[in-house]
């Protein structure tokens, strides 16, 4: 794992051991997401994937005792099977959100064997934003969920 120079970032480096089409799926499909992209026992609802830039998206997680997170966004740059950008600064139709909290940039290259490098950055609007996701687990609830993206991968 890798730490950013940059106060506002948090970044994630792993070799994920799936071909980074494979991966790319699941980032991409709307039927692929729910069964990886929250750290469980959280589960994904997808209720918009629309991927092209400018396209929104919107997942709701829900927590074990009930909780419910809404994360609309609007995707930045779509470059398929290499890099993924979206943000909540903006909901859909480039209106401006209430309260923005991060840009993630999700980066697929080629490793070895067939396996994928996988570099997840979240880049926030402060640094006490940076400091709460933190807080909030980044490392550990980004790196569960790439792990269950890893296992999807494996099966497609």
């Known amino acids: 794992m890798a730490e950013s120079k940059n106060i506002h970032a948090l970044v994630l480096e792993l070799t994920l051991d799936a071909p980074r089409d494979k991966v790319w ?6 039927a692929l997401l729910p069964e990886w992209f929250a750290p469980k026992p959280f589960t994904t609802e997808v209720e918009r994937l629309d991927l092209r830039v400018g396209g929104a998206n919107v997942f709701i997680l829900r927590g074990p005792n009930g909780e419910e997170y809404r994360n609309p966004g609007v995707y930045l740059e779509v470059v398929p099977n290499e890099r993924l950008v979206f943000t909540d600064a903006y909901t859909e139709a480039w209106i ?3 309260k923005p909290f991060m840009t993630a940039e999700i980066a697929l290259r080629d490793a070895e064997r067939g396996k994928t490098q996988y570099t997840a950055t979240a880049r926030h609007w402060s640094a006490e934003d940076r400091e709460s996701h933190e807080k909030m687990g ?5 790196t569960q969920a790439a792990r269950q993206l890893e296992a999807l991968a494996r099966t497609l």
């Open 96 to 98: 401006p959100s209430a």
């Open 138 to 142: 980044f490392r550990e609830g980004w």
């Open 25 to 30: 799926r699941c980032w991409t499909e709307a």
